[in-house]
Nanobody
Framework: QVQLVESGGGLVQAGGSLRLSCAAS????????MAWFRQAPGKEREFAAA??????????ESVKGRFTISRDNRDNAKNTVYLQMNSLKPDDTAVYYC?????????????????WGQGTQVTVSS
């Protein structure tokens, strides 16, 4: 089992920045791929960014150039993934979920991940 604990959400004005963190513990062999998804009110959960154990990254077009995903996995027992969000827009308002899985080819799919965090709210005011 893998436990994911997110932090760092909050309220920010448009144009501002936030940094989300997700600490993974437990069976980290199953965290080859880690990602951030987001779900706005009334909408489906969507992919935002993903990073592999070796540092490969992918972004949704809507966040490319504004969001940066990174990862600290120097400690195999507990590794952490971050999402630096800059130039935030009201459309970025959503609950952001951290996810972990052991496959990379499905990095953009909900079904590619076996473990999910509880979510953290990000609200961007105009």
């Amino acid at each position: 089992q893998v436990q994911l604990v997110e932090s760092g959400g909050g309220l920010v004005q448009a144009g501002g920045s936030l940094r989300l963190s997700c600490a993974a513990s437990g069976r980290t062999v199953n965290t080859y791929a880690m990602a951030w998804f987001r779900q706005a009110p009334g909408k489906e959960r969507e992919f935002a960014a993903a990073i592999s154990w070796t540092g490969a990254v992918e972004y949704a077009e809507s966040v490319k150039g504004r969001f940066t995903i990174s990862r600290d996995n120097r400690d195999n027992a507990k590794n952490t993934v971050y999402l630096q969000m800059n130039s935030l827009k009201p459309d970025d308002t959503a609950v952001y979920y951290c996810a972990a899985g052991d496959l990379w080819f499905a990095y953009h799919r909900l079904s590619g991940y076996d473990y999910w965090g509880q979510g953290t709210q990000v609200t961007v005011s105009s």
